[in-house]
């Protein structure tokens, strides 16, 4: 009985084959043909899942936010359990933070993208941007946090989520080329959020 294919599966392999270019060398030495001799598959084979670069670029980009995505689902959810705002957002800011081998991978495939877009002038409409989604979740924990007077009234709710997750993505460059190790950088992120809320417990 031939071997069942799972496409899926298959397309997942190709992302990480273009994730190890990426990570390494940067987009500009992705190719179909790179990343066939780096999977170990034939142009035939690859091309019948990603007919071109862009489309391959597309689903690798989809498939970088869905392994963000999960990589933060565990630990915000943990944080949210405990109905504190700070700790909630503790937990989205450190997540964004490579602190692995496997993270690093991804964050420099992250970093490569927006290489990529810097060059072309723009993001491309069909990836779906990151930061955004960060930033709305920053405003919702402090929104709550200032209803229960726990960060102070004036507060301008979307320019400090702004604030933090620049201060994050600035962060995320610097460990990928060791400014700061992971320590120092929730060291950082701890004394941004102590600021915000006085002198609360962490």
Known sequence: MPKR???????????EALFRIASTR???????????????VSMFQIQYYFPTKEEMLRHAWQRITELGAERAGHRI???????????VMRA??????????????????????FALDVTRGGQSP??????PFLVRLLVDQLGLARKRDRVPPHLD?????????????GLLSAMLVDVYDAKQA?????????????????
Do not use: N
């Open 186 to 202: 929730e060291e950082i992120v701890d004394y941004r959020l102590g600021q915000l809320f006085g002198s609360e417990a962490g």
């Open 26 to 40: 940067g987009l500009q030495s992705v190719t179909l043909r790179a990343v066939a001799a780096e999977a170990g």
């Open 77 to 87: 959810t943990e944080a949210m359990r405990t109905g504190d705002e700070r700790a």
């Open 126 to 131: 069909d990836q779906q941007a990151m930061m």
């Open 92 to 113: 989205c800011l450190l997540a964004v933070l490579p602190t692995d081998e496997r993270s690093r991978v991804l964050c420099a495939v992250q970093i490569a993208y």
């Open 5 to 15: 294919v799972d496409h899926e599966e298959k397309r997942r392999d190709l992302a």
């Open 157 to 169: 709710l979307q320019l400090e989520a702004d604030a933090l997750a620049t201060m994050t993505g």
